[in-house]
C-alpha cells in the first residue's frame, strides 16, 4: 500500500441550491466565490457530473452509498437511509483515510 503522504486528499463538495455556472471559475463577473474559485483551480474539478436522481436526499444517498435509489430506497426527501449499506466513508476508512 501506498505511504499516506502519496495518494490524494479527496474532499466532496456539493450544494443545494447552487448552480455551477454561478461561480467565479465559471466565469460569472458578480460571484463572491474565492474560496471555491481557488479551490477549482488546485483540484480536479468534474464539470459533467450528472444526479441519477434529482432530489435532494435521493442524491445524498447515492453518493454515500454509490447505488442506485432502487437499490438503498431513498426516493423522496426526508426518508433516512437505511441500515446495512456500505458507505463512501467506510469504503475510504479500509483505505486508511481519515474521513468525517
Known amino acids: 500500500m501506498a505511504h499516506l503522504s502519496q495518494r ?25 466565490t474565492s474560496g471555491l474559485d481557488r479551490l477549482v483551480g488546485e483540484s480536479l474539478n468534474l464539470t459533467h457530473a450528472v444526479s441519477r436522481h434529482p432530489v435532494c436526499c435521493a442524491y445524498r444517498a447515492s453518493l454515500m452509498t454509490g447505488q442506485y435509489p432502487l437499490i438503498y430506497g431513498v426516493y423522496v426527501n426526508a426518508v433516512p437511509l ?3 449499506h456500505v458507505l463512501i466513508a467506510q469504503a475510504f476508512a479500509v483505505q486508511d483515510y481519515a474521513t468525517g
Open 82 to 84: 437505511g441500515d446495512g
Open 8 to 32: 490524494p486528499n479527496v474532499l466532496i463538495v456539493f450544494a443545494d441550491q447552487l448552480c455551477a455556472q454561478t461561480t467565479g471559475s465559471a466565469g460569472d463577473p458578480n460571484a463572491c
